[in-house]
């Protein structure tokens, strides 16, 4: 680290999208070199070249620490944080050496780099009832919450409301109305919080509305734009397995339904029978499905893409009337998964979208005493004063002895109790208090 901040001020060419609506011109690029150090961020380049050169450069921040979510951009055509964004890291990942920077998607523009964020995402996040819904009758003092179950929501509170996401959905692209990856992960937050008294109607609204959670289609662009780690896509995902699984809600947008006919499918035959997906999400999850009168209008409409399909190849009469077949051996194996998972008592959760802190290395082993190696972990638990040692320091700074409550208590706090739902990334990277900062 010292090594890079010890490197000289180098210079740094910035192009950037201007736009001013008030000017009736059309946007255009405009470029300014200007010299800072190469571990120094986007934003201050564009600070600087705003200083030195043009006054009237629009951009929008606050903190210059990726807190307040404010100055979203895209970076060589990528969503960033532009004070989260290292000079030298964008200059290498520029296509011809000039960082290239443009307002964010999916948003009207403002002014230059300044999108209209409430017109799009303050709206949708508005949509989703962005507050807790409080069970009655209010306790006196406090509600008693499980620790797993607020570990289990950190993920989302992580959310700095910067747009990123949003900026790269392709789904709100094709359909602007989408209530979107944001919206959809604060939706989350509440619908994950057992103090919330209205789970079933949050979930039944986002599955009926033809634009809500069943409109995503799984593209991670929103996985991967998130600076803060918040996964938005394994949110829609998981209100929709708790709107499917738990509540039965059966949604007119044929979610529930395909849902159930993609699985049960694979069940049967080890891989998807594309033929057979749309007559059953449509008309019920069974082979008499297609007979269904949704499924037959269904059938009907997409009867010119079929066409076109089978002109082309893409689909055979053959293949449509037979299922795709694997062998025997791989069937039952896939068979046993479904049968592992479904034997069990409660769904496990498991974020498969995030990759989060490397997986702590192993505890190195003891050499071997008189035949018996014992892993580190366990000679310091047969040790007092070496579990001590492992204790959090007191308020004063000093070690404590291991308590049992208090311990429980740093469990509900920073660190997952064993089996729990914790994802990767669950311990966000926001500061504590970055939701109440940031729920405007
Ligand atoms: S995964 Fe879904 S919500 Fe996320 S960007 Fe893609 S379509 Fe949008
Ligand atoms: S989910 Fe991530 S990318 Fe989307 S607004 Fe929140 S912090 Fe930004
Ligand atoms: S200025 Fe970049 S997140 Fe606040």
Redesign the pocket.
Known sequence: MAETHDRPPEQFTLRMRRYDPESGEAPYWDEHTIELEPHRSVLEAILQARDRFDGSIGIRCSCRQAIC?SC?VRVNGE?ALACHTHLDAAKHSARDGVIEIEPMGNMPVIKDLIVDMDEV?WKKIRRVTPWLLAKQPVPEREYLVPAESMVDVTQ?I?????????SDCLAMEVDPLFIG??AL?KAYRFVGDPRDDQHFERLNDLAQDPHGMFDCTHCFK?VD????????MGQIMRLRRIATNDHHIVDQNNGERHEAAFTSLIRDNGLLWEAELLPRSYGGNSWFGKFHPRAGKELLSSLPAIVRALVRGKVTPAGALKPHRIPKPDLRSIQSIYENVESREQRSELNLYIAGEDEEPPPPEVPVVAGVVAPVAEMESADGAAEGAHSAPGPEGTTKPPDPETAAEETSEGRAPEGADVEAGDSGSSPPGAEGSTSQ
Request: net charge neutral; with cysteine.
């Open positions: 979510g979203g969503p995402h989302t992580g959310c700095i409301q910067c747009g990123a996401c949003v990856p944001a992960a929103c734009a998130c600076p803060k780690d918040v996964n938005p």
